[in-house]
């Protein structure tokens, strides 16, 4: 059973930045699409990122756009999400989550996604 573990949360003040990892516990898994997705007190889980490594094309969810970065280290078999201008309602438990592996078009669903971690906390206080 491969497995995604998130590492690199924390607490940060508004204004900050935070990068989180999510590494596969098998260096030979490699799913063409991860993203991250969040999750908030009370809230449902939301898209945040996606990357493809197939087409190299990224999607963002309009909330972040231009704060994050969605990355990966080929060498390391890692997933990194860069977060810049972190604002306290980006406060929530993140999920790297990874697609079929021969699907290879980012998607925003969380259904289409079969491999997830069992997230980090972000808490960005104000």
């Known amino acids: 059973q491969v497995q995604l573990v998130e590492s690199g949360g924390g607490l940060v003040q508004a204004g900050g930045s935070l990068r989180v990892s999510c590494a596969a516990s098998?260096?030979?898994?490699?799913?063409?699409?991860m993203g991250w997705f969040r999750q908030g007190p009370g809230k449902e889980r939301e898209f945040v990122a996606a990357f493809s490594w197939r087409s190299l094309s990224t999607d963002y969810a309009a909330s972040v756009k231009g704060r994050f970065t969605i990355s990966r280290d080929n060498a390391k078999n890692t997933v990194y999400l860069q977060m810049n201008s972190l604002q306290p309602e980006d406060t929530a438990v993140y999920y790297c989550?990874?697609?079929?592996?021969?699907?290879?078009?980012?998607?925003?669903?969380?259904?289409?996604?079969?491999?997830w971690g069992q997230g980090t906390q972000v808490t960005v206080s104000s």
């Open positions: 989550a990874g697609r079929r592996l021969f699907l290879t078009a980012t998607t925003r669903h969380v259904d289409d996604y079969i491999y």
């Open positions: 098998l260096r030979t898994f490699s799913p063409s699409v």
